[in-house]
């Protein structure tokens, strides 16, 4: 018991003769130990337990929190990074007089698994803009979740698809929640990168002509772009806009390819080009001289053909027979087409 004792000693000898002496001993108080906790449950790795040292007649301390860690602090805060039950010891001196006390609380600490995944898409870089991600994640001690896809969309089902509505970078993020609701947030930034891949635009002066045929195909231009075009006869250009005589007459399906310089590649067609052949035809004339009323037979020495025809007898008529007969009324030399 702590005080203060007076202890005291008596010799005596022979002839009756004693002495006294005597001295004080002290007995100082031992500290007590004694602490409590803000709670006793929580997540791994998410939740603070605040400590309180609630021990007498000490100045130091140590902690043993029973996850392999200590602390030496008056009233410490601690972070379980593995999920279980834990017994917590505290131990408190006095220096001062070398005295010390130890409590231990089995059991006292429990803490719940935090769910986990490892998130995985089909593939993270394209140049699609309407590639269809397939997302999936491996859970542990998740019940419940959420997928936000960096857009301002989310999913709740457990492997969904998705289409970005344009091209950039996403962040992806998988939120967590377990029976004991524990969360865990996972985080991809940058995780799918839709790359630039826009599709050409094709301006044409035209698409149908006769024998030998211009035609002028332009798309826009950008930096570091190759640019191939198939002109459909074994021609290819090199260069955004092309201008091209067509020598000989029919179908020219025209396809362009356009590689950028961020490995992304387009290929767009156009037309089909159509080159018509020109007329070739001949023609005679039966009485071509005489006197007026003058009637002058026309005849085309070939087949009418796909053709339309437009004479001129040069007296200010026309005709659009395939064989016409003219009779010129007025005297005079005319120029006839």
């Excluded at 600490?109 to 803009?129: E, G, L, Y």
């Excluded at 344009?166 to 524990?182: E, M």
């Amino acid at each position: 018991m702590p005080g203060v004792y007076t202890v005291s000693l008596t010799a005596s000898n022979a002839n009756g003769l004693t002495s006294t002496t005597s001295a004080q001993i002290t007995v100082n108080p031992k500290p007590v130990a004694n602490f409590s906790v803000s709670l006793n449950t929580g997540c791994q790795g998410a939740q603070v337990f605040d400590f309180q040292n609630q021990s007498t007649l000490f100045d130091s301390c140590v902690w043993d929190f029973g996850d392999g860690t200590t602390s030496n602090l008056l009233n410490p805060q601690h972070i379980y990074n593995i999920p279980g039950t834990f017994n917590v010891t505290l131990v408190v001196y006095n220096i001062q007089y070398g005295c010390s006390d130890i409590l231990v609380k089995s059991g006292f600490i429990t803490v719940n698994p935090s769910p986990s995944a490892i998130v995985s898409v089909n593939d993270s870089v394209t140049c699609d803009p309407l590639f269809n991600f397939q997302f999936s994640a491996q859970m542990q001690n998740a019940n419940a979740w959420t997928w936000n896809f960096g857009d301002g969309t989310s999913s709740t089902q457990l492997n969904p698809s998705h289409t970005y509505p344009d091209t950039g970078y996403y962040h992806v993020s998988l939120i967590l929640t377990s029976v004991n609701g524990c969360e865990d947030t996972i985080l991809k930034n940058n995780y799918i990168h839709i790359k630039w891949n826009p599709i050409p635009i094709i301006s044409s002066s035209g698409d149908s002509g006769c024998e030998p045929y211009y035609v002028s195909l332009i798309t826009n231009y950008y930096s570091g772009a190759n640019y191939t075009w198939n002109l459909g006869n074994g021609v290819v250009k090199n260069s955004s806009a092309v201008y091209y005589t067509y020598p000989d007459s029919g179908i020219y399906p025209v396809l362009l390819n356009v590689t950028y310089n961020n490995g992304c590649a387009q290929t767009q067609t156009a037309g089909p080009i159509v080159v018509f052949p020109r007329p070739s035809f001949t023609y005679s004339l039966a009485n071509g001289m005489g006197c007026a009323p003058l009637p002058v037979q026309f005849t085309i020495s070939t087949t009418s053909g796909p053709y339309t025809w437009n004479w001129d007898f040069g007296d200010g008529q026309t005709s659009n027979q395939f064989n016409p007969l003219h009779i010129y009324t007025q005297m005079g030399i005319s120029q006839y087409t």
